[in-house]
RNA sequence: GCCGGGAUGGCCGAACGGUAAAGCGCACGCCUGGAAAGCGUGUUCCCGUAUGGGAUUCUGGGUUCAAAUCCCAGUCCCGGCGCCA
């Protein structure tokens, strides 16, 4: 959320950051709405400071026993209220319609941020690990059709059992899941991270306060109503990344300085709709409507955001240098930087898989597997996260960022492919090993049930 | 799930229909060679350049000229009973 003084001061600045983040609300009604709300809202104060001083005339009268005039301040005091009653309700409803507004502004970008309409526009930073790439076959299986072989990942029953978009990981596939969980939080707990296990549903007051709510209802998935029925506070959904509990743990509270900077880790799934995104991308395990994700989350002093920012991409990036999977790294344009961050960088690794036309000369493609932003004070003001820069004076908002500690799916991907060999098994990588009982290869397992019969993958 | 009690500033805590004490903490000022103590001022949000005004006792409704206080609904906390990995 926006300050609102900055609407009245630089409305021109806001106007800049909904035309390059591509965002169309009507700023003119609101700025309109917010000048006729100052208007009743002063008008309505000059009436009922006049309604106070005839209340407490009332009291005096009353205690002295002069009936008469109390009484006749009792009927003035009624004339007041009917007109204070039609002024505020006006006002209320103004300052309602400004409120909505205000959650629909979105963040204003940082200086340094790429101007850009969508991801071909954004900036390439660097890329790592391609120096020194494995031996890698003549061709790599993509990772839906290995982790079928092999029996690692199963969507069709995923699909029986649940739906669509759902999917078992099993065996030495689980086991490398779990693996790369232990492994990736005990990388953050050295980088300084405390572990939060966090509650899967999250109320609706939370989900505004990270900013999914209200643009973004239809991505997640309500827990114990329909899709599309009104909600309130209390009403819980299922979280879209562990960022949403995590930064609302300290809502409407203030930290104190020496807290700062706040690390919290945290491994969760994470549930999303995907709504409206069939047809791009539904095969494999790289869109699914439930993963697993160690996401990053700091709390920080403002001036110190931007350094902080840095450094919690590095943390991230630290996760695949050790994984030794190349990757490259975007500093991501105002276009396709998304409703609450100032500034984002994205973490692409490479799955050398399934040759895309947006992938790297080597084929293969990029896979997101995490971003990294800085809110600066977004998430603080709608969520209420304060600090006291000192004991004495008074409370004002922090600046929150986080990363994915990055997503586990798309690095099974990216390990699936890159670490396979030419006889079609799986090394593990060499970080992963000590988290999976010593465990260098992976041969997979022979299916279960007779439909693999067909397949000629059975006995 | 049922029954009972509760929610007031950064913290503690009074007022229990008449318009939100006191204390602690913290800051500033006075005092001091310096500090402590002491004294004074301040310490939520909104509108206003400002004098100033308004709002605010968990949230939302209601009763009343007037609600922290009474009534209804909800959320959370504590205690008891029940159920339960």
């Keep these: 959320m926006l300050d609102r003084s900055i609407l009245r001061e630089d409305p021109e600045k806001v106007r800049w950051a909904l035309d390059v983040k591509g965002v169309d609300v009507d700023f003119d009604e609101t700025l309109a709405i917010d000048e006729e709300w100052r208007e009743l809202k002063a008008k309505g104060d000059e009436l009922r400071h006049e309604r106070n001083e005839v209340s407490s005339e009332i009291g005096e009268l009353k205690q002295t026993g002069k009936e008469e005039e109390a009484q006749e301040a009792i009927e003035r005091s009624g004339e007041l209220k009917t007109e204070l009653q039609e002024i505020e309700e006006r006002a209320d409803e103004l300052e309602e319609r400004f409120e909505r507004a205000l ?26 690990g391609f120096d020194d790439l494995r031996d890698l076959p003549e061709e790599v299986v993509p990772h839906y059709d290995i982790g079928e072989e092999l029996d690692l990942l199963d969507f069709e029953r995923g699909a029986k059992v649940t739906g669509g978009g759902y999917q078992f990981v099993k065996g030495d596939g689980a086991r490398l899941e779990h693996a790369l969980i232990q492994f990736m939080l005990s990388v953050h707990r050295e980088q300084g991270y405390t572990d939060v296990f966090p509650p899967i549903p999250v109320n609706s007051a939370s989900m505004r306060g990270t900013g999914q709510l209200p643009k973004f209802a239809e991505d997640a ?14 009403d819980l959904w299922l979280l879209p990344t562990a960022e949403v509990p995590v930064t609302n743990m300290y809502r409407d509270e203030i930290l104190l300085d020496e807290d700062l900077p706040l690390k919290h880790q945290a491994y969760s799934p994470n549930f999303r709709r995907e709504a409206g995104e069939h047809g791009t991308e539904t095969r494999g395990y ?25 450094g919690l991409l590095s943390e991230a990036e630290e996760v695949l240098k050790r994984l030794e999977l190349p990757y490259r790294v975007l500093d991501m344009c105002t276009g396709d930087m998304g409703f609450t961050q100032a500034k984002k960088y994205d973490i692409e690794v490479w799955a050398p898989g399934d040759d895309m036309a947006e992938g790297p000369e080597e084929g293969g493609r990029w896979l997101e597997v995490s971003s990294v932003s800085n809110f600066e ?13 000192e004991h004495h004076k008074s409370a004002q908002y922090l600046h929150t960022l986080n990363g994915s500690g990055v997503a586990v799916p798309r690095v099974m991907v990216a390990i699936l492919e890159y670490y396979q060999n030419d006889d079609g098994s799986i090394t593990v990588p060499e970080a992963l090993r000590p988290y999976m009982d010593g465990q260098e290869l992976i041969e997979g397992h022979r299916p279960v049930g007779e439909s693999a019969l067909g397949a000629g993958e059975g006995e």
Excluded: C, T
């Design 221 to 234: 998935y309500r827990v114990g109503a329909r899709q599309d029925d009104e909600y309130d506070d209390d």
């Design 377 to 389: 004070d977004f998430q603080a003001r709608r969520a209420g996260i304060q600090f006291r820069p």
């Design 103 to 128: 959650l629909e502004l979105p963040q204003i970008p940082h200086e340094s941020v790429p101007v850009g309409e969508d991801e071909a526009d954004n900036e390439e930073r660097y890329r790592e």
């Design 286 to 310: 790289v869109r699914v409507h439930q993963f697993n994700k160690v996401e990053l989350v700091n709390f920080v002093r403002p001036e110190e955001s931007y350094d902080r920012l840095e």
